[in-house]
């Protein structure tokens, strides 16, 4: 027997096609698969999304830090993008870390012909970076990027020192105060990661310059962690991208990041990784332990909403 490998002459309509919505990220590949690429797809694929992955840059580095990196130029970038979203109907976007200035120049051209699909911009810790081209890689985000941003995410710290730079109260922002820095050049929303709370407690909160709309308080891990901010950035995407309302959406994806982090494991020698793929491989009430003897993994795979929805991190 012979196969084709002729694709069809022509495109399917849309009744003739089903499956999982279309998500779309823009990362650089990390290869310790802490944060990146792979931290995006893993987190979206567990919230039951079909992943577009866009490289915009190389990360060269390990588990303890990145040394350097290698952006991709922007025409490949801004190709790799178009191609996809010609053969492709994408419900949200994710963009993580570019690469440089005219990468973001050119994520923000394909936004901008996609008006109305959801964006979640991640800011992460860019401490590895040179000075100046820290100080033009942000400026680009807040001049490129930010306008076309639904919803902010990022540490309490990153998020301060980028968009509140002369801060001089004794006490740090809060959270509505860091969605109002925001908001000015263009998101509407912010989730704003990493609140030192009392208690040895960590709190994350999804915020307006008007109000608070979420929150989620947990203890403190031991561990110190790589990838945390990506694993729900990532998630609170593809939930968005799965119609969920921005609300839930964003506690289903705290509650998704809480588990990963308590599944967590250290692969290296330096810091500790979420296990965004927990639930492939527990039981219930076994998180982190995997199946128990003799029971099949089939059993342990159930769908990642109706567990979130049932231990959604009340808000």
């Known amino acids: 027997m012979t196969h ?9 309509s849309s009744s003739d096609t089903q499956g999982l919505p279309c998500v779309m990220t823009f990362n650089a590949n990390d290869p310790s698969g ?6 995006d797809i893993a987190a979206m694929v567990s919230a039951s999304c079909h992943v577009l992955p866009v490289l915009t840059a190389v990360l060269v580095g390990d588990t303890r830090r990145v040394q350097h990196q290698v952006a991709i130029d922007e025409e490949t970038v801004e190709e790799q993008a178009r191609c996809a979203l010609e053969d492709m109907t994408v419900q949200a976007f994710k963009v993580g870390y570019a690469g440089n200035p005219e990468n973001l120049g050119a994520i923000a051209r394909v936004l901008s012909d996609y008006d109305g699909v959801p964006v979640i911009a991640y800011m992460p810790d860019l401490s590895w970076c040179e000075e100046s081209e820290l100080e033009d890689y942000l400026d680009a985000c807040a001049g490129l990027l930010l306008p076309h941003t639904t919803v902010l995410v990022g540490n309490h710290s990153t998020l301060c020192r980028w968009l509140l730079p002369d801060w001089d109260e004794e006490r740090a922002p809060n959270a509505r105060e860091v969605a109002r820095a925001a908001a000015q050049l263009g998101p509407p929303y912010t989730l704003v990661t990493g609140f030192n709370a009392p208690d040895l407690f960590l709190e994350n909160h999804l915020a307006t310059p008007e109000t608070l709309l979420a929150s989620s308080r947990y203890e ?10 990506e694993t729900l950035s990532a998630a609170l995407c593809a939930l968005l991208g799965a119609e969920g309302e921005l609300v839930d959406a964003c506690a289903e994806a705290m509650t998704y990041l809480d588990r990963s982090l308590g599944a967590g494991f250290r692969p290296g020698m330096g810091r500790a990784v979420p296990d965004r793929l927990f639930w ?4 219930e009430g076994q998180a982190g ?9 089939a059993d342990a795979s159930h769908d990642l909403l ?3 929805s049932s231990d959604a991190t009340p808000h």
């Open 220 to 229: 403190r891990f031991e561990a110190s962690f790589s990838g945390a901010g």
């Open 289 to 297: 332990l995997g199946p128990e003897p003799g029971q099949p993994a």
């Open 34 to 39: 802490a944060g990146g690429l792979a931290a």
């Open 4 to 12: 084709s490998s002729e694709l069809p002459s022509a495109p399917l």
């Open 280 to 283: 492939a491989h527990e039981s």
């Open 306 to 308: 109706t567990t979130l």
